[in-house]
């Protein structure tokens, strides 16, 4: 398992924006994803830390551990049937198309999650770094369902507003550190505009369908793949000539620095050596 040292986030990006189209992986016949990771982009991903955009068709990942940062799982409104999700802190639900979870793993717990059988689970895994203040905090986690999610208006274009505010309506908080999430629906011929702050990193991927993103400072098309990072943006404008879906994260960087490996992100790699010691000893608690 390989250990990165992250040195960017600990200062100001010298880059405006930076665009990638992921990584394929596939592992075994029921999982394959699209990864995203920090060093795509500059330093700009700051807060997250990786994005994986996946769809599972049969379990494939047995009872993990994470530590340092906060796990969460978007269900796309897509899905069909349900992601039966587990952890140490003694939850056990399924996720319903549309659901979000967050795991704030913190000083170390346990997760496990596995399509229902018949299930095709379409989602997206994001690891949220956790400022120093907070990396050694308890577990903790909460879940949000599809129907408690409210939804922002544009001009023909709609938006699930599943952490933040905007438009005058709330979402889920995330807790630490402030952080906008929305899945934007684009009907052929309709913009869908955000307004944030400009000191909120925008990190945006492109789920379906063609669009175009417009922001302060310039303007990308995106095709399904294609993710966009960039700094000094308040108003967020997307149009689209087919039907298009997106997903806009909107975060306060930490530029701290980190070292990741795996499913654990700690200051040092001797704090990653202790994580991985107490996984190996049991000292992260179990799942029944």
């Known amino acids: 398992m390989n250990t990165q040292h992250i040195d960017k986030l600990a200062g100001v990006p010298c880059e405006t924006h930076a665009q990638s ?3 394929a992986i596939t592992i075994g016949d029921g999982f394959e994803a699209q990864n995203y990771q920090q060093a795509d982009f500059r330093g700009l991903l700051d807060p997250l830390i990786m994005v994986d955009h996946f769809v599972i068709t049969q379990p494939t990942f047995g009872t993990h551990a994470h530590a340092g940062l906060s796990a969460l799982t978007i269900m796309f409104e897509d899905s069909e049937g349900t992601f039966h999700n587990r952890d140490s802190l003694g939850n056990d639900l399924d996720l319903a198309p549309g659901d979000l979870y967050w795991f704030k ?7 496990n999650e596995a399509t229902r059988p018949g299930a095709r689970t379409h989602a997206l895994q994001v690891f949220v770094n ?3 203040e907070h990396r050694h905090d308890a577990p903790a986690a909460f879940h949000v369902a599809a129907a408690d999610i409210p939804r922002l ?11 933040g505010d905007g438009g005058g309506l709330q979402g889920a908080v995330a807790p630490d550190n402030p952080l906008t999430l929305l899945d934007i629906d684009i009907k052929a011929g309709s913009q869908f505009t955000h307004t ?3 000191d909120h ?10 669009s175009r993103v417009t922001w302060n400072a310039g303007s990308a098309d995106l095709k399904p793949g ?6 000094d943006a308040t108003n967020i404008s997307f149009s689209s000539e087919d039907d298009a879906q997106v997903v806009l994260f909107r975060g306060q960087p930490l530029r701290q620095t980190f070292v990741q490996r ?6 040092t790699t001797e704090e990653l050596d202790a994580v991985e010691a107490a996984y190996r000893s049991g000292r992260l608690g179990s799942i029944d």
Request: glycine share 12%; hydrophobic share 50%; net charge positive.
């Open 21 to 23: 189209d992921g990584r």
């Open 105 to 111: 793993a913190a000083r170390g717990a346990l997760h």
């Open 130 to 132: 956790l400022s120093a």
């Open 153 to 163: 208006a544009g001009q023909r274009a709609t938006a699930r507003l599943i952490l």
């Open 196 to 198: 944030g702050d400009n």
């Open 201 to 210: 990193h925008p990190w945006i991927l492109a789920v379906k369908g063609t």
């Open 226 to 231: 294609k993710a966009i990072a960039f700094a």
């Open 262 to 267: 795996g499913p654990y992100a700690m200051r």
